[in-house]
C-alpha cells in the first residue's frame, strides 16, 4: 500500500469501489485496487472543492454598493487577467478571461496547499501540471478552430508554400513540445521547492523554515503567472487572423 494523506485515506475508505468503476470503465487498474485514489488525485480534488465553494460564497455576496473584501480580491485578479489578455490577445480578449483565471486560481491554490500541514502540493505531481498543460493545449487549438475555421491549418504551413511539408511538421513538433513545456517547468519548480522546505523543515523544525514557507509562496505565484502568461500567448496566437 502507497503512503497516504489523511484525505486520501477518507476518500479510498468510502470511493475506492466507484474510483475502480470508473478506471475499469476505461480499462484500466489501479496498482492498489483498495487505494485507487493517490495523493495527488486526492488534493485536485480538494482544490476543485474550495474553489467551487470559493466562486459560491463570492457570487452569494456580490454587491455594488459595499463589496467585500473577496469581492474586492477576486475582483483584483479579474482585472489583472483582462488587462494581460488585452494587450496580448487583442481583440474578443473577453471571451478567454474566464478559462484564464481558473486556469490560474486552480493552479495557484494547487501550489500553495502543500503549506498546509497535513497536505501536500498538488503541482509537485507531474500528473497535475501534464493535465493542466493538456487542457490548454486542447483549448487554445479548440479556439484557434473556431475562430477561424479551416484558415487555422493556415498556421502550421508557413509563409512560403513549397516549404508546407517541413514547416507542418516542425510546427506540429513545436506545439506538441509545448505541453512537455508547460509540464516540467511547473512540476519542476514546486517538486524542487516542496524538497527544499522539506529538508530544512527536517533539519531546523522551528524558525528557518518559514523562510522557505514563503519562498514556496513566492514561486508557486510566479510559476502561476508564468502558465497564464503561455497560455494567453498560446490562445493569441491561434486566434489572430494574420495567419
Known amino acids: 500500500m502507497p503512503e497516504q494523506l489523511w484525505l486520501t485515506a477518507l476518500l479510498n475508505r468510502y470511493f475506492a469501489g466507484v474510483a475502480n468503476a470508473i478506471l475499469n470503465a476505461f ?6 485496487p483498495r487505494a485507487p485514489i493517490t495523493n495527488y488525485m486526492a ?3 480538494l482544490v476543485f472543492v474550495l474553489l467551487v465553494l470559493f466562486f459560491a460564497i463570492v457570487r452569494a455576496r456580490l454587491s ?32 478567454y478571461v474566464g478559462y484564464l483565471t481558473v486556469l490560474g486560481l486552480f493552479i495557484l ?11 501536500e502540493t498538488a503541482t509537485a ?8 498543460a493538456l487542457v ?4 487554445y487549438h479548440f479556439q484557434g478552430i473556431r475562430k477561424n475555421g479551416f484558415g487555422y491549418v493556415k498556421n502550421f504551413l508557413g509563409p512560403v508554400w513549397w516549404l508546407a511539408p517541413l514547416m507542418f511538421v516542425i510546427e506540429v513538433c513545436s ?3 509545448r505541453v512537455l513545456s508547460l ?6 519548480n514546486m517538486f524542487a521547492s516542496d524538497m527544499v522546505t522539506l529538508v530544512f523543515f527536517t533539519l531546523f523544525p522551528i524558525g528557518i523554515p518559514i523562510i522557505f514557507m514563503l519562498l514556496h509562496a513566492g514561486v508557486a505565484i510566479i510559476q502561476t503567472y508564468i502558465f497564464v502568461l503561455l497560455a494567453t500567448v498560446y490562445i493569441g496566437e491561434a486566434v489572430a487572423h494574420e495567419h
Open 43 to 45: 488534493m485536485q480534488l
Open 27 to 32: 480499462h484500466l487498474h489501479a496498482a492498489y
Open 183 to 188: 509540464t516540467i517547468r511547473l512540476f519542476a
Open 136 to 139: 490548454t493545449w486542447f483549448y
Open 109 to 119: 491554490v494547487g501550489c500553495l496547499i502543500g503549506l498546509v500541514p497535513g497536505f
Open 64 to 95: 455594488v454598493d459595499d463589496p467585500g473584501a473577496l469581492q474586492h480580491v477576486i475582483e483584483s485578479i479579474n482585472s489583472f487577467i483582462s488587462e494581460q489578455s488585452q494587450e496580448v490577445i487583442g481583440h474578443d480578449y473577453e471571451r
Open 125 to 132: 505531481s507531474p500528473s497535475v501540471p501534464l493535465g493542466c
Open 175 to 177: 506545439h506538441l513540445a
